[in-house]
């Protein structure tokens, strides 16, 4: 209605509310029955239903992703050269678990519904690629990886989703170990499906601490293969 009316959504930021059910309007900046000129942008603030005691919740998303709030100032944080820095720290949601097979196996088949990604299987590669893409060095996951097998491990960390019959399966019994084989891209194209997105260095560095003293169990150097999804707070 607004924008029929003439005006703009500026903004659209969620918050917990035990009063207003989730979906609905908690409050909009100006206020209702001010009166604007044509085209004033109007800021709304939307309900996402009550908030857990253990302060978790679960949106919309592939499989029911669960998601803690989490307010960090980064304080005390440095950068690699030993020097304060002021751009660390996070406030809004983090997923607690990894993101499972189950979950990418979700999104592989509703991009695939929706035209946004292909599979090569002809030529031995049995990969996932984005849609058109010419398969220019982007793939999102590989299928058929085996797996490390050595220190007790047998194929530990093997590819468990599988294309078949024109559609993505999983291994039974593995719907919810965390997926593995997936590209920086294709994380990224999960993320942007679904209005996520991924931390930066300094995010997930400030997320992984709990005291302060940025001391972490597998050392000090940022790694990739241990990032998380954060979904932003835009309050």
């Not at 820095?85 to 509703?110: D, P, R, W």
């Not at 990604?117 to 030529?123: A, G, L, M, N, Q």
């Not at 084989?181 to 997105?197: D, K, N, P």
């Amino acid at each position: 209605m607004i924008v029929g009316s003439g005006y703009a959504v500026g903004n659209v930021s969620e918050d917990y509310s035990d009063n207003v059910a989730e979906g609905l309007v908690i409050s909009q900046n100006p206020s209702a029955g001010t009166e604007l000129t044509l085209g004033y942008a109007v800021y709304l603030t939307v309900s996402i239903g009550p908030a857990s005691s253990s302060g978790e919740v679960v949106v919309d998303g592939p499989a029911d992703m669960t998601w803690v709030y989490i307010n960090d100032s980064g304080a005390n944080m440095k950068d690699e050269y030993g020097n304060p820095i002021s751009h660390g720290g996070f406030v809004g949601y983090m997923s607690k678990y990894e993101t499972t097979n189950a979950q990418y196996c979700e999104y592989l088949n509703s991009a695939l519904a929706d035209g946004l990604i292909e599979v090569d299987v002809e030529w031995g590669s049995h990969r996932v690629f984005p849609a058109h893409s010419g398969y220019s060095g982007m793939p999102y996951y590989r299928l058929t990886n085996q797996g490390d097998n050595h220190n007790g491990a047998t194929h530990g960390g093997a590819s468990r989703i599988h294309y078949i019959n024109g559609r993505f399966t999983i291994d039974s019994g593995f719907e919810n170990h965390p997926v593995s084989y997936v590209s920086w891209y294709g994380a990224t194209a999960f993320c942007e499906y679904y209005g996520y997105r991924l931390p930066t260095l300094w995010e997930w560095q400030a997320v992984a601490d709990y005291d302060g003293s940025y001391s972490y169990p597998c050392g000090n150097d940022y790694r990739s293969q241990y990032g998380q999804l954060l979904r932003l707070d835009t309050s």
